[in-house]
Structure formats: structure tokens, C-alpha cells
């Protein structure tokens, strides 16, 4: 088949009534339209502001941009044939190779039909008395559903810091979420790049080898395992098909949505040598399992730094510079406290005579300048910066969407102290509003496809069942919501995962953005169970009319 990744507007184009509105096209857009129009029977729509499907991976074209969840498991399970007619190419799949999924699935479940493209949502207000959601658009249009759904993603609103000068800047600049989709020819360019999260320690490796130079100007220094990436072999492919039940199965079961399990035992109750072993091993395999080799990493600060070392000796031993490595080691947070990047060749990269590293804690930016960037110590030219600064992560693609609920109440004041959710699903005022994937949901603690599939069938089942029932409106209780944030507060509180300072989890990367922990940390299949209860009770905690 064909695929192409942009299609001609929805053949619904005149359409203004719908029975729901679905704002995004990526992963959760596309499986949300699915389950409204073909299992539901209802008149479903996706706006979607970019001119293709992808969500995330429609923007996110930085140099090395791929993904750090294994491909196998990086995709839908709710359809059998997509899954046996699919395969990936490489263990983690590049951003077009998961384009090209996306669209696989859309023209598969012949999806587009239904999708708006190039449909920018500008606001949302809810109308008590017609219990109906009006959603604006850029260009002019006004549309009304009974139910929004938000598939907006929780890394969709790129952050770019206020830099002094930039404007001055003679050179071009651009961030990593909205790379230029022509790309951008680097050779013979020096280059700076702000940030060393998961994406500025994918891009490093590849821009370091295209241009002619690459400055790193680093903030934190992080931890990072090897990618160990690679072309995914016929058997393995077979072997997965065959194995997909048991896969998923896994998938859910867990903590994360991965599917493999997290070690039983601590990593304080084997000997320094077996500990050095399990970990050798987890460092030979590769990715994100590492942090499973033991149960205890993100609970207990003495086992978190049983892996904090090893992997601060490791940098040690690949960069060759010892004063470059001290510079790359973290020592402000333990490992995987921040979302752990996985890497191909990062480290290796300070070995290069074309790269430089700047401490920009012991050498703040003061501005950027025409020619480059000055620090407290020198100016470097540069003719090409780099943001790799991250996104205003989970809540700030909702907030954007200028949403009013239930009398007129702002989506932006009621979060203002901080998102305030039930279940990440559904937030108080917010009637018949819901956000998949929304913050206080595992969400990006989890492999994204498998936390999304669970929201949009929750979603999809309580529509189905208030459609059976004749009810028309669903809130959530503010007294539901603030025990969920306190839940979700404790659920952090049981992990390190709050102690990470400088973590985008607790939205400390955006200036005056509230220190708040957002993801549900107290583990996804935890999570389902919850969410499960509550629906067989009949939705408790939800006002229902
Ligand atoms: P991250 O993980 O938020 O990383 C952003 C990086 O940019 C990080 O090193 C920040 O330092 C740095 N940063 C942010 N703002 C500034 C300013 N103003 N000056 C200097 N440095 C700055 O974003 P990513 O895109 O790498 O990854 C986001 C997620 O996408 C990732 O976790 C995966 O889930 C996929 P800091 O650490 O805040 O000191």
C-alpha cells in the first residue's frame, strides 16, 4: 500500500455538529477516532493543527530524533493484523519510520477521512445548558460535540528560554520539537546546542558528525545508557508476531508499560560483585531495562546509588579527558530520578576534536550575541543554535488550548497552583471533557502506546455505557480530584523521583511554572485497576446527569 504522510482535507470537511471532537493526530488521536466511529457508531472528528499524522513524531525532526521505547512494543496492540502486517526496521525506531506507522494505521483503518489537518484549535468553552463543547479554529471555523477528547500529547509545547539577544542572533536558530522538515545542512557549520536531556544526547553523536564544529552547553549533566541500537532481524520480527499476546500481557502487568519485568530482588542484597555482574549485563544489553536490574533503584537512595555509580564510572572510562568526564558526571540526582536518556555514542562524542563541552553552571549564558553565544568567561561563534531545551511538559498543550468549562471557569486559573485531575482524566468544571494521557495519569512514566490505548478504551466504554443509560453529562468531583492529587503526591513521594530537582516531571524546567509532580508514579498496571474499579462502580467519583 501507499502511504503517504499527508492527506487532502477530511471528506467530512462541512461537518459542524459532531458527537465527539478529538483534538490531535498521533498515537492517541488516531486509536480514540478508531474506537468513537467504528466500535461506537459515533460522528467522530480529528482536528489536528499539523498537515499530517504523527502527533510528537510529526514534529519531533531533530538529527537522531528516534525512539527510546523498543520498537516492538513502541506501537498498537489492540489489532491483530496491524500487528502481523507491521514490522520495524531497527530496535528503536527513527522518527519516519514511525510516521510512516502512523499512517500505515490510518489509511489501514481508513482513518483520514475523519482527520482535519491543518486545523489549529485556538479554544474550547463547554455551554452548561446544551452540555456541549464549541471549539474554535484558526482559520475561522466552529465546531460543537457533546465530548472533547484532548490526544495532544504531553511533549507538544516546545520551551524556549527567554535567551537576552537572541534576537540579534546573525546566524539561524531552531529547537529540537520543531525541526525544519527540509532538515538542515549542517556541514561546514559550527554549531551550539543547548540542553543535554534525552534529546540533546540523541542529537549530540549525529550533529557532532555533520557539522564542523559542535559546542554543548550543558546545564545539568546527565546520566545515559547505550542505546544499542540495531537492524531488527527477520527472526526476531517472527518471533514477535508469534509472541504477541504474551508481550502485552508483560506490558501491562508492569510499572512502566514495557514489557519486561523489574527485578525482585534489591540491589543491597547482593554481594559488590554479583551487583557489578547484574548491572555489566544490563550495560551490555542496552536501553531503558537497565533500570529494572534491580527493584529497589528508584525507591531506596543507597541502592539508587549502586547505579548512579556504576554508571558515573562509566563515563569514565569512555571519555578520554578526565577533566571533560568529571564535567559529564552527574552529582546533582540520582539515576533514572530524571526520565533516564538512552544514547548512541553520546559519551564518545566529547572524545571528538570538533566537540567542546561548557559548563554553564560554572560559566552562566549572559546573552547571546550577533556571532554566537557569551558566557561569564568568552564568546563562542557559532552559526547555528540548537535548543534542546525540552518541552512546558504535560500540562502547558492543554493549557494552550484556552479551554473554559462549566461557567465559564479557565482551564489555565484552575491549574494555575498546579494540574488538578482526576485520574488524569477528567478535571473538575471540566465537564465531558476528557485528556488522554492527561497529567496525574502514568503517562510518560509509561511506554506511551500502551498507557494511551488504556485511557481512549476507559474513554470509549464510559461513553458507550452513558450513552446506554441516556446520561449526557460526566464531571469529575472536586473532592475526587483533590484526593487524586494527593495520591498521586504520595505515589511520587514513594519513589526518588521527587528528589530530582531540575526534573521536567515536577515542571522545574520552566521558569515560574509550579513545582508540582505530574505523572502518576504508583505504577501503570496499579493505575488500570484503579481506573478499572472506579468504572465497574459505576463511576465513582464522577457526577453523572
Ligand atoms: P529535557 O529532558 O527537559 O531536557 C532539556 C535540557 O535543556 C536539559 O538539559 C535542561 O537542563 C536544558 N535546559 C532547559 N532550559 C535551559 C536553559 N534556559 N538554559 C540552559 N539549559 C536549559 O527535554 P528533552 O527534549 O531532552 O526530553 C524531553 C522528553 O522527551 C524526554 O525526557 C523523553 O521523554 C522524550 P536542566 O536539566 O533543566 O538543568
Known sequence: MAIKESTAPAVNGASRQFDAIIIGAGFSGLYQLHKLRDDLGLNAVILEKADGVGGT????????????????????????????????????????????????????????????????????????????????????????????????????????????????????????????????????KRVGQIGTGSTGIQAAPVIAEQSQHLTVFQRTANYSIPARNGPVTAEEVKHTRENYDDIWKLARAGTNGHPFSISTQSALSVSDAERQEIYEKAWERGGLRFRASFSDVLQNADANLTASDFLRDKIKTVVKNPEIAEMLTPRDHGFATKRPPIDSGYFETFNRDNVLLVDIKAEPIVE??????????????????????????????????????????????????????????????????????????????????????QHVDWITDCIRQMRDKGLKRIEADTDSAEKWVAHVNEAADATLLPMASSSWYLGANVPGKPRVFMPYAGGFARYTAICNDVAQSGYRGFALS
Open 57 to 188: 513524531w510529526y514534529w519531533n525532526r531533530y538529527p537522531g530524533a528516534r525512539c527510546d521505547s523498543e520498537s516492538y512494543y513502541y506501537c498498537y496492540s489492540f489489532n491483530k493484523e496491524i500487528e502481523q502486517e507491521w514490522s520495524w526496521s531497527e530496535r528503536y525506531p527513527e522518527h519516519p519510520e514511525i510516521r510512516k506507522y502512523l499512517n500505515f494505521v490510518a489509511d489501514k483503518l481508513d482513518l483520514k477521512r475523519d482527520i482535519r489537518l491543518n486545523t489549529e484549535v485556538t479554544s474550547a468553552a463547554f455551554d452548561d445548558a446544551t452540555n456541549t463543547w464549541t471549539v474554535r479554529t484558526k482559520d475561522g471555523q466552529s465546531l460543537s460535540a457533546p465530548f472533547l477528547i484532548t490526544a495532544v500529547g504531553c511533549l507538544s509545547t516546545a520551551n524556549v528560554p527567554q535567551m537576552k539577544g537572541l534576537e540579534t542572533f546573525e546566524g539561524k536558530w531552531y529547537h529540537t520539537g520543531l525541526w525544519p522538515h527540509e532538515g538542515v545542512d549542517l556541514t561546514g
Open 368 to 453: 547571546v550575541t550577533p556571532k554566537g553565544i557569551r558566557t561569564t568567561r568568552q564568546e563562542y561563534e557559532l552559526d547555528i543554535i540548537v535548543f534542546a531545551t525540552g518541552f512546558d511538559a504535560l500540562t502547558g498543550p492543554l493549557v494552550n488550548l484556552n479551554i473554559s468549562g462549566s461557567h465559564g471557569a479557565k482551564l489555565k486559573d484552575e491549574w494555575a497552583a498546579g494540574p488538578r485531575t482526576y485520574l488524569g482524566l477528567q478535571s473538575p468544571k471540566f465537564p465531558n471533557l476528557f485528556t488522554i494521557t492527561g497529567p496525574g495519569s502514568p503517562s510518560v512514566l509509561c511506554n506511551m502506546p500502551i498507557a494511551i490505548e
